[in-house]
Structure formats: structure tokens, C-alpha cells
């Protein structure tokens, strides 16, 4: 079976082996650098006393000619030597024990010491004289052996703390990640959107956290408006519905003769055109909220602007629409049968409003373009000019209340906005900004 390890394990086995590593090549150059330093030093001071010994030694008889005041070297065995072989290289270095015993020779005396290895530096004499001081190597290897010794004894206890700082450091690095896959978990589990994950911190994890956020906020309030959206349809269905069914339920109670039928039908008729309207209305609402809008053919503002107003008039009689087109074409990311609807929605509650004025403007702003609908009616209140763009909202009885929230969306989904405002001289001017398309 294959061992699966998480992440925060990964990381601690890495940074254990990446730390390992690194002790390894530092105790290896450390050791390198003592054993260097230890023989530097004992070169040094060898030399030195070899310096010292040729000047008292007699280059005709191979002595000394009084004793030497060897410096005590710490941890060596130290001993002069002269060796009168002409040429070549000095004799086998001597043992410890050899070494020991030379330190006792008095003056005068040479010795020709063989033994096992031994540092020493030599020095040239007069004639054929050479001197040497050796010092045993055994020492050098004790201090070097138990420089090893406390490398590695240090080093163990180094590897298990950086493997524990290691966990924990992956441990908390991880943490913010552990709480968002719990607060996922619990809102698959659960399917409470309300869970926020609310970490602090500008570096990767704050951020993904603020987003995780964002996205849980963002789905909220869409479940929210889409039950509110169900709600508000099934509510609004229900009415028209139920007056048809009464309508047909009534007419047939008892026989009747052909013109009541005949109103009876008509009824029923116009309260299906509305109802039918509604669900038009709906669905184009919820292609607009959903940004289809946004992803239809571009459109063309006053050819849409046109159309709406030559609709709207011939919907019936009233107040006829005063229209200021721009000569150059204006296109926008918007469909043009949906800019038809939006502005035709526009004018339907500006000609139910107005007493003798619909105006109609289409300008250019700023790279956008900015249609204007205003009327000379009342107005619309200030508390009132948010609530307007909600669905089913009505300030009469007239209507769906959908008008202006198709309009709000339209203008959303093509990457603009609609606003409504107070008219200079009274009523309502509603702004639509659309961005220009090139």
C-alpha cells in the first residue's frame, strides 16, 4: 500500500533532509578548517624552536653546543634533531616513546631516532648539517578525533530541533488551509453559506482566505435573492392564475349565451396575454441577471431608442415622445432587442406619469453613451428612487414591477447603469449609461 503523506509532512521531511544536508557539509568544512588550524599552529611554533636549535649546533660534530629551551607546546611531545647525511630527506620521523627518550639526551649527544610517524619541521645548518624538531602526530589526532566527537554529538540534537521547528513551522503555515478545508466541509455538509473564515494577514493564505470569503458572501446572497426571486414569483403567478381559473369557473356555472361567452373569453384572454408578458419578463430577467445581456450582438442605441419609442406609440394613445437622436452611431455591448425593451419599459411609466411632457435623449459622455427618458410628472420620491429597481416593487397597481429591475439588469449586464433623478422643473428623468464598443 502506498504511504500518503500530507503536505505539512512533506514540507518537515524536506526541510529535515535539506537541514541534514547542510550540518553534514558544515561539520566536514569545520573539521577541515581545526585539523588546518591545529597544523598551521604547530608548524608555526616548530619552526620556530627549529630556528632556535641551528644556532647553537656544532656543524662539525653534529651537536649542540648547550641545551635548548624548548617552548612548551600543549598536547606535544617536542625534541630537537640533527641529522649530518648530506642530502636527501631526513629520517624516518620518530615514535612518541623514541621522542621521549631524546628529550632526556644531554648536551652533546645526537641521536638517530626510526619510529612511527611524527610531524616536524627541518631547518638547513651550516655544511652539511641539518636540523629538525618533531612532534608526535598522535596528539593532532586526538584533538581532531574528538573534535568528530562533539560535531556529532551536537549535531543529532540539532537535527531532532530543526525537525520539530519544522513541523511546527509547517503546522502553522498550514493552519489558515486546514480552516478553510473545515469550513468547506461543513458548508457541503451542512449547506450553511452563512460560515466565514474572517483570517487576518496580507501574504497568500490572508488573501485566499479573503476570497474564500468573497465567494461564500457572493453565493449567500445569490441563494438568498434566488428564494427570494422564487418566492416572489410564486406570489406573483398565483394571482393571475387563480383569477383565471375563478374567471373560467364562474363562466361556466350556468349556461350562458354567446356574448357573455364571448366576454367571458376576452377575459380570460387578456389575463393570459399578462400573465404570459410576466413570464416573458421573468425569463428575459433572469437571462439579464445571469449576463447573457453581455454576451449577446452588440447593439446600436439610436436605432434601439427608435424602435422603442415607435412601440410604445403604438401601444395606444397618448402623449406623444419628443426624440433628440445622435447623428454618429453609438454601439454598446448590449443586444438591441434588449435595449428596445429597456427603453420601452422607460417610456411605459413615463407616459403613465407625465402630464404633457416625454422626452427622449441620446448623448455621448465620457466614451459612454447616456439615454436620457424624463417626464413632467410627479417625480419620484427620494426614499423611493432604490426600492423602484426591485422586482415586484409597484407605486400603483398598474404593471408587474418589472419593468425597471429589466432595466437595471440590462444596463448591469452590458457593464453600465441606470439612475433615476429629479427633473428640473418637476418630474423624473431616468439615466441610462451603456459603454461605447469599438
Not at 616513546?97 to 610517524?117: C, E, K, M
Not at 403604438?314 to 438591441?336: F, K, M, N, S, Y
Not at 404633457?356 to 427620494?382: F, K, W
Request: net charge neutral; charged share 25%.
Amino acid at each position: 500500500m502506498r504511504l500518503r503523506l500530507g503536505i505539512g509532512q512533506r514540507l518537515t521531511i524536506w526541510w529535515a533532509l535539506l537541514f541534514a544536508v547542510g550540518l553534514t557539509i558544515y561539520s566536514l568544512l569545520a573539521a577541515a578548517w581545526v585539523e588546518h588550524a591545529h597544523k598551521r599552529a604547530l608548524s608555526m611554533s616548530l619552526l620556530s624552536e627549529a630556528r632556535e636549535a641551528v644556532t647553537v649546533v656544532d656543524a662539525t660534530r653534529g651537536r649542540f653546543t648547550r641545551a635548548l629551551a624548548l617552548q612548551a607546546i600543549a598536547g606535544y611531545s617536542v625534541v630537537p634533531y640533527v641529522d649530518r647525511r648530506p642530502g636527501g630527506a631526513l629520517g624516518t620521523p620518530p615514535s612518541a616513546q623514541a621522542l621521549a627518550r631524546a628529550a632526556q639526551l644531554p648536551v652533546g649527544r645526537t641521536s638517530y631516532l626510526r619510529g612511527n610517524p611524527a610531524y616536524l619541521v627541518g631547518v638547513a645548518g651550516a655544511g652539511t648539517v641539518r636540523v629538525a624538531v618533531f612532534a608526535d602526530d598522535e596528539a593532532l589526532e586526538d584533538e581532531e578525533e574528538r573534535v568528530r566527537a562533539a560535531m556529532l554529538a551536537s549535531g543529532l540534537p540539532m537535527l531532532l530541533f530543526a525537525v520539530l521547528t519544522g513541523w511546527l513551522l509547517a503546522r502553522g503555515a498550514l493552519a489558515p488551509i486546514a480552516r478553510i478545508t473545515a469550513t468547506a466541509s461543513e458548508v457541503a455538509r451542512s449547506g450553511r453559506l452563512s460560515a466565514r473564515l474572517h483570517l487576518d494577514g496580507d501574504d497568500e493564505l490572508g488573501r485566499l482566505a479573503r476570497t474564500f470569503d468573497g465567494m461564500l458572501e457572493r453565493l449567500e446572497a445569490s441563494f438568498e435573492r434566488e428564494r427570494a426571486f422564487i418566492g416572489e414569483v410564486s406570489h406573483e403567478l398565483r394571482q393571475p392564475l387563480a383569477a383565471l381559473g375563478a374567471e373560467a369557473e364562474l363562466t361556466l356555472l350556468r349556461k350562458r349565451d354567446p356574448r357573455e361567452y364571448a366576454r367571458a373569453l376576452e377575459t380570460i384572454h387578456e389575463r393570459a396575454e399578462r400573465l404570459s408578458r410576466t413570464i416573458d419578463d421573468l425569463l428575459l430577467l433572469a437571462r439579464a441577471d445571469a449576463g447573457a445581456a453581455g454576451r449577446t450582438m452588440r447593439g446600436e442605441v439610436n436605432e434601439a431608442v427608435s424602435e422603442a419609442c415607435a412601440e410604445v406609440q403604438r401601444r395606444g394613445p397618448g402623449i406623444a415622445v419628443e426624440l433628440h437622436l445622435r447623428e454618429e452611431p453609438l454601439e454598446v455591448a448590449v443586444a438591441t432587442s434588449l435595449l428596445t425593451r429597456m427603453v420601452a419599459n422607460l417610456l411605459t411609466n413615463a407616459r403613465r406619469a407625465a402630464r404633457q411632457i416625454v422626452r427622449v435623449d441620446v448623448a455621448e459622455r465620457g466614451g459612454c453613451a447616456v439615454v436620457s427618458v424624463e417626464d413632467d410628472g410627479p417625480g419620484v420620491p427620494l426614499a423611493e428612487r432604490e426600492a423602484i429597481f426591485r422586482r415586484f416593487y409597484r407605486r400603483s397597481e398598474d404593471g408587474t414591477g418589472l419593468g425597471l429591475p429589466i432595466a437595471a439588469a440590462v444596463a448591469r449586464a452590458g457593464g453600465g447603469s441606470i439612475a433615476v433623478e429629479e427633473r428640473g422643473g418637476g418630474g423624473a428623468r431616468f439615466v441610462i449609461v451603456l459603454p461605447i464598443v469599438a
